[in-house]
């Protein structure tokens, strides 16, 4: 597929131009570069940022375009004489029924670091004794992909 700016090839396979252009000066950015990333100890850390406003507005507000994009594409949808129909929330997902629903992708992952580890360590507290999971899929530890919106998760 070819990219065409009304140009000819003549016109970009030419020599350089002698007319003078103006130079351009970039503006002094304050920039303190960090050697190494170190999260304050003791007193000093703090728990009270919290993303979960950030991910739920964004949601919000990208939730009426992408609803109107995905009506289109799946308006006509069918398998085995089902037609796919839009559900509001990720909480009224029927297993078995042809759907679609919008909300943002969650991992839930193990490995990742955990506050309540970093606490307990800080203040040597013991921690609880580990759970035994009910269910791992992909053998030990696996990672689990969710769809989740204001409603709830939804597990992929």
Same mark, same amino acid.
């Given at each position: 597929? $070819?990219?065409?700016? =009304?140009? =000819?090839d003549?016109? +970009? #396979?030419? !020599? @350089?131009?002698?007319? @003078? /252009?103006? *130079? +351009?000066?970039? &503006?002094?950015? *304050?920039?303190?570069? #960090?050697?190494? /990333?170190t999260l304050p100890k003791g007193e000093a850390r703090h728990y009270q940022q919290q993303y979960a406003d950030m991910y739920f507005a964004r949601l919000a507000q990208l &939730? @009426?375009?992408? %609803?109107? #994009?995905? $009506? %289109? $594409?799946?308006?006509? /949808? !069918?398998? $085995?004489? !089902?037609?796919?129909? &839009?559900?509001?929330r990720a909480l009224d997902v029927r297993q078995g029924e042809l759907c679609w629903v919008i909300g943002t992708i969650y991992m839930e992952m193990p490995l990742k670091p955990n506050i309540l580890d970093d606490i307990g360590k800080e203040h040597w507290i013991a921690a609880p004794p580990p759970r035994v999971k009910f269910l791992t899929p992909g053998g030990l530890g696996g990672d689990q992909t969710m769809l989740e919106d204001e409603s709830g998760r939804l597990r992929l």
């Open positions: 597929m $070819a990219i065409t700016n =009304g140009a =000819g003549n016109d +970009l #396979l030419s !020599e @350089p131009s002698s007319q @003078p /252009f103006p *130079s +351009l000066t970039r &503006k002094p950015a *304050s920039y303190s570069p #960090l050697t190494d /990333f &939730k @009426p375009s992408v %609803e109107a #994009l995905a $009506a %289109e $594409a799946w308006s006509d /949808f !069918e398998i $085995a004489s !089902e037609t796919a129909r &839009k559900v509001d």
